[in-house]
Each structure stands twice: as C-alpha cells, then as structure tokens.
C-alpha cells in the first residue's frame, strides 16, 4: 500500500505553483507529498500545517511553516483520508488532526484528497468516524452520538489532541447523508469538529496506482 500512497502523493505536486504557500495535512500518504515537497522547496513560499507531526517533518526538509493567520485564503490543500466515496465525501481523523485540517480546508480554494485505493467506498462509515470532544464533555457527547445515530462511541484512550482535546471514534455507522450527519454532531455542545468532510469535501481525488487515477 506505501507504493500506491507515494505514487498519489508525488502526483499532487502537478498541483503546486511556482511561489504557493501550500496548506498540509497529516499522515503517512502526507509524509510521501511532504518528502516531494522538499524535493522543489525553493518553488513554494512555505507550508501552513495542520499537526504538529507533520510541522516538524516540514521544518526537517527546510520548508518553512507559515500561520494561517498571517497568509489569509490558501490556493491549496494536499491531504489524506481515512474513507473517500464517491462523491468526494471523506471520513478524516485517523491520525487526530482533524479539527486543524478542517480548518486548513476550509481556508483553502482547492482540496486535492490523496489516498491509496483501499479508502475507497461506496458509503462511509466502515471506518469508525473520528469526533473531536472537549475533555468534560466526552460522556455527554457519547451519549448523544449514541441517541441521535444509534452508532458506538468508543473513547480513543491515551490520545490527546494537538489542541488538548480528546476523540471518540464512532462504530457502526451507515453514513447515506454525509454532510446532514456532519451537520447533526456539530450541534452537540462539547462537539470540537466532527471527522467527516462533507460540506468542505475535496475538490480533486488522486488514488495512488499505476497510473494514479483522478476524479
Ligand atoms: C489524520 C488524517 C489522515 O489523513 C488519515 O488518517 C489518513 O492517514 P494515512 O495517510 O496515514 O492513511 O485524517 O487526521
């Protein structure tokens, strides 16, 4: 599979311009575009980055990180996926990066989604759905996730979250209205962000393989 998620990754350099400053995501398909990125780093005018993973592998290759709140609108975003189907809807948070990489997408124009083919699916939700939660919050939230969806939250213990917080990974969902699910768990206090990407979904799919496939 690192073959397919390299080959994804190197191809979403096509998508970065002579003197961007390129918005980063997180994970291992992440970890291949930021090695490309290196590679042409005297091109790009720097990188915002939604982890504190993925800062560090950025500042190793010599790319300098930038704020978000300095560099306004960002042309572009380069991420993964935990789950993508086929109307570019994803579930992210695998790697507890998800409220910053929601924010990143959002301040971005184009979100080039890069994963390998085992993230395709026809309905979300096989990979239990990351929530990210307010610590005091975390048995009130589950109880409701549990109420309105009837999925099973499940604590990821021992994890905190870059901005202190803690996730619930959601079990056993069907998710055939991603972006009125997203909408439902975004109204329950002690909700930080919820892992799917339906209202800001991708923009562009790259599925790693030989060639990689667009869409
Ligand atoms: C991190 C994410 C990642 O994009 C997602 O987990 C996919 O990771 P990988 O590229 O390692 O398979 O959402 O929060």
């Avoid at 500042?59 to 300095?70: C, R, Y």
């Avoid at 609108?73 to 507890?96: F, M, P, Q, R, W």
């Avoid at 409701?144 to 901005?163: C, F, H, K, S, Y």
């Amino acid at each position: 599979m690192s073959d397919a998620k390299r080959l994804a990754a190197e191809k979403a350099i096509d998508h970065v311009e002579d003197g961007m400053i390129v918005g980063v995501g997180t994970g291992s398909t992440v970890a291949y575009f930021i090695d490309a990125l290196g590679k042409i780093r005297d091109r790009i005018a720097g990188a915002v980055s939604s982890s504190e993973q993925s800062t560090a592998k950025l500042k190793a290759l010599g790319i300098e990180v930038l704020e978000l709140n300095s560099t306004g609108t960002l042309s572009l975003y380069v991420d993964g996926a935990d789950e993508c189907d086929g109307n570019k809807n994803l579930i992210k948070g695998g790697g507890a990066a998800l409220t910053r990489e929601k924010i990143i997408a959002e301040a971005s124009r184009k979100f080039v989604c890069i994963i390998d083919p085992s993230k395709r699916v026809k309905v979300l939700g096989k990979f239990p759905l990351p929530v990210e939660v307010i610590p005091m919050a975390r048995s009130l939230v589950a109880r409701e996730i549990l109420a309105r969806t009837g999925g099973q939250p499940v604590w990821r213990d021992g994890v905190t979250t870059d901005n202190g917080n803690v996730v619930l990974d959601v079990h056993n969902l069907s998710i055939v209205d991603p972006p009125a699910l997203e909408r439902e768990l975004n109204q329950i206090p002690g909700v930080v962000s919820v892992g799917l990407f339906a209202r800001r979904k991708a923009d562009v799919v790259i599925v790693g393989g030989e060639p990689p496939q667009v869409f």
